[in-house]
């Protein structure tokens, strides 16, 4: 990661967290318990790279304000509200994530279960202050029955199962691209972008969110438990459905690249952020050498 | 309940399903068994109180056009995904709900889990179509950690504990009042009225929803299984907070009548709707005789 892009993230990360602290009420309010949970999940660190990807796409097309906060602070929750969810014992019964005990094995699975819907209800108060319909409509968009969600449906019943290339693609597009499509459209919206403009940035969205998740996979098969805080081949374990699984180790790495490729490509039409995007789009890539 | 009265709900019933029937994906539409979950519960029947206290407030305003059916069909949409989630081994552990396998019995856990996601998503998503951010926040508030989440896991932490007054009332008011306030206050905010005017359906919605709840927890103690279609006792059995356990059965049909009788003054204030009101907060009251 170049020094720019690193700064870049380091001071979205900053912001954003400032953001959730702000409107995550304190455990001193009641249910202080589901307040505990949710900080608890939501505080845990990572990168916060859609709250990132939704700064620079706002700032790249000229907005200012506090619009983007909202923006960033609503993808932040929906993204750890997926990770609670996902983490549960009906679903991957995952004991860790980011080296920690995941929310269901801290507060138990009734909490858990709640403190996600919580956190997924407080994303759409959250973002209802930046005073905008249809920018609700790009997140919800982002997450239903034809997103995110309808992702992780088709990745529990391809669990144990051969897979095909085309469902590898819809899990991958819809459970991981979705958001980080909708992180990139959102700060834009939120700019005032025109529809052709929300193109731009949702298409390179797409591109670096499936190369995002083939380079994950591969990290999953490659990487060791110290570098990822997670428990390594847990996806081979599970059976999950991945590109090296299904097309190879070699075809994954170069799809991954193609993809960022054609990310790259389309930084060349952004402003003032798109050598940060380009950076980002690189580093994606880059940590799965 | 009067004729009148009758004829309204069973009309808003046939015009809610028709909305839901249109934007719950079909079940031939991937991922198939989400929506086919998704369907199950939302179809599974009931007299669509919410969206018929919507409907109501909304024309009494004024409104017309069909921002009214957005509402009311996220209404419906949110207080599935509640019974949903509430049903759940790890929350209330029930079998049955209105006579049918619960959604995790059907389609087993995980599904289940995201059902009850995918149609509080849908909501939003359904909801923003009527191109209000004061809407979005309204049900959002709501439902969150400050609404009726709240009320849910203050219910679930008091199970088998002495309770007070005070706990009960706090669980009560959000865990259903505060959606059926919000019911009204939709109903009337998508016709375009004022903040006074949002505050007359808001407080009428206050005063039925913890009257539904009382009675609710009265006819738990007294009904027949034929009647609730669902175990009976089972609060008593849960060791549930509810007002009969901390007040005793004759103070809370007292406490039920003195909150009908405040939401039937609020009616005099209303247009024409008020009588459908007026008989709705009576009904309330009766189906407890």
């Known amino acids: 990661m170049t020094v720019q892009v690193n700064e870049f993230l380091a001071s979205a990360k900053v912001r954003v967290e400032a953001v959730l602290d702000r409107v995550v009420p304190p455990t001193s309010h009641t249910p202080g318990t589901l307040h505990e949970a949710m900080r608890y999940s939501l505080m845990a660190g990572g990168k916060r790279l859609r709250p990132g990807l939704c700064y620079a796409a706002f700032e790249d097309c000229g907005g200012t304000g506090e619009a983007a906060d909202w923006g ?59 005073g905008s319909a249809p920018a609700i409509s790009v997140l919800a968009d982002a997450l239903g029955s034809d997103g995110m969600l309808g992702g992780q449906v088709v990745d529990i019943q391809s669990e ?23 992180s990139l459209e959102l700060g834009a919206l939120l700019a005032g972008a025109d529809i052709d403009q929300r193109k731009l940035y949702r298409d390179y969205g797409r591109a670096i969110g499936l190369a995002f998740q083939i380079v994950d996979d591969i990290l999953d098969i490659e990487s060791s438990t110290e570098e990822l805080g997670k428990d390594v081949g847990s996806d081979v374990e599970n059976q999950k459905a991945t590109y090296p699984a299904v097309v190879g180790l070699q075809e994954s790495k170069k799809r991954a690249r193609e993809l960022v490729d054609q990310a790259l490509a389309l930084t060349d039409r952004m402003g003032v952020r798109g050598p940060v995007l380009a950076d980002l789009a690189r580093f994606i890539v880059e940590r799965g050498n």
């Open 160 to 182: 144990g199962k051969p897979c095909t290339l085309e469902t590898v693609d819809y899990i991958h597009v819809h459970k991981t691209s979705a958001l980080i499509e909708a």
């Open 72 to 130: 960033a602070a609503a993808l932040e929750m929906v993204h750890t509200f997926s990770l609670i969810h996902d983490d549960l014992p009906c679903m991957d019964d995952d004991d860790f994530r980011r080296g920690m005990p995941t929310c269901h094995k801290k507060f138990g699975e009734a909490m858990a279960v709640l403190a996600g819907d919580a956190l997924s209800i407080l994303a759409f108060q959250v973002l209802a202050r930046a």
